[in-house]
């Protein structure tokens, strides 16, 4: 089975979750409610994950809604039925191209993945419409069918661009996914802009981890995204991606200080943890950091007192140059004003 982990993303929590961990225990201790506002993949989230505590779960992209909808939403689901529809299209072989195929095949992936992907995805859309799947079905199987991709890509672990060399043939095999349904019965899923949802929600713990330099991740994930939704909309480029005007985060551009003291302004939550690492100006200008700490402790500042706990941390850096001094911070908030 796939577990929730199991994706290439970049910034992604898994080695630190137990930094995170140690520092709600050591600060906080028990809590009722767990807000990841940027969930990204939702790992952070799922760690936490209990059947006594209620986990709040956002993010902008809609294949990683989805996902998180999947692995942590309160929906069952016929576990059978999804079975036997993973064996079925994992012994398929097609031979006819499609828009997925056309599009990406011999680029991402092989022509034959890339045409079987295609199919896949098409079958999901029709079983849906035709009620043979409900929403949460659904769900399992494109997330399982974003996990399998993600495993034979043609890249370095995003999609912002491919590696131009002969593809290899991978096998390509789609798998059930690890959930567990009672630990999501207090679970809340959405799929909207951070600094908006913030207004309707309130928890115990906010944990903020924004995009933070000008990498848009619409950019790195748009196949995803575009297989996710399925509007078959128009290419362009070498990387064929889509317009992603609408998801782009207004935390990777220069209002990103502004946006960020909207959001703790706003927040309702005791406690406030935001993981922000300390690039600074030690990579390209893309790479660089958004909101500076000074502004950071400044925006923080208006809620409580600031505490800063630090980590080593390797990054994923997408095969870039590896930086040994990188460290991963939290910036912790008790929320008194």
């Not at 949802?197 to 748009?222: G, K, T, V």
């Not at 409580?304 to 997408?318: D, I, L, R, S, W």
Request: charged share 35%; hydrophobic share 35%.
């Amino acid at each position: 089975m796939f577990k929730i982990s199991q994706r290439r993303y970049l910034g992604n929590k898994n080695s630190i979750l137990p930094f995170i961990e140690n520092i709600i225990k050591n600060e906080i201790g028990d809590f009722n409610s767990f807000c990841d506002i940027f969930a990204g993949t939702g790992v952070v989230g799922n760690y936490f994950n209990q059947k006594n505590k209620k986990i709040i779960l956002n993010d902008l992209l809609y294949h990683n809604f989805v996902a998180l909808n999947a692995f942590l939403n309160t929906d069952d689901f016929n576990k059978e039925k999804i079975l036997e529809i993973i064996d079925k299209f994992n012994s398929l072989s097609i031979e006819e191209d499609n828009y997925f195929s056309i599009n990406f095949g011999d680029r991402y992936f092989s022509v034959d993945n890339a045409r079987k992907i295609g199919f896949i995805r098409e079958e999901i859309r029709e079983l849906f419409l035709e009620d043979k799947i409900d929403r949460k079905e659904k769900d399992i199987l494109l997330t399982s069918l974003n996990y399998s991709i993600d495993k034979i890509a043609n890249t370095v672990g995003h999609y912002d661009a491919y590696i131009k060399k002969e593809i290899e043939n991978r096998s390509f095999k789609m798998e059930f996914l690890d959930t567990d349904i009672e630990k999501n019965r207090n679970n809340e899923i959405y799929n909207r802009d951070a600094n908006i949802l913030i207004r309707d929600i309130e928890c115990d713990i906010l944990y903020l981890d924004p995009p933070y330099n000008s990498r848009q991740y619409s950019d790195a994930y748009h196949l995803l995204e575009n297989l996710t939704l399925w509007q078959k909309p128009k290419l362009e480029g070498v990387a064929k991606k889509f317009d992603r005007t609408h998801i782009k985060s207004e935390y990777c551009r220069v209002t990103a200080t502004k946006s960020f003291k909207d959001l703790i302004i706003n927040a309702k939550a005791k406690y406030i943890l935001l993981s922000y690492n300390n690039m600074a100006n030690k990579g390209n200008s893309r790479s660089n950091a958004r909101i500076s700490d000074d502004d950071i402790f400044r925006i923080l500042g208006l809620r409580g007192e600031v505490k800063v706990f630090e980590q080593e941390y390797k990054e994923f850096n997408a095969g870039k140059k590896r930086r040994d001094d990188n460290k991963e911070r939290v910036f912790f908030v008790k929320v008194e004003k």
